[in-house]
């Protein structure tokens, strides 16, 4: 059974920043459980040693639409 736990907001560069940051903190850290803050919750995970990251970035381009950036940063292990 897979339990999925999302959180969409907007974030001034700075705090996005600082978010990053707190996340990046936690991986460093001695602790075995990592715990990740998404929405008014956090979640805590146990990653191993050795950690698979994906990342994607598309440069979408549209007269029309305007002009749309995204990048996409997935990190993903067996506990």
């Known amino acids: 059974m897979a339990q999925r736990t999302t959180a969409d907001e907007t974030l001034p560069r700075e705090e996005l920043a600082a978010y990053l940051q707190e996340i990046a903190t936690e991986f460093d850290s001695e602790s075995e459980v990592v715990s990740i ?42 506990p």
Do not use: A, F
């Open 37 to 78: 803050p998404v929405g008014n919750k956090d979640v805590s995970l146990n990653p191993p040693h050795n950690v698979d990251i994906s990342v994607e970035v598309v440069e979408r381009s549209s007269m029309l639409r305007g002009d749309r950036e995204t990048v996409e940063i997935e990190l993903s292990w067996k």
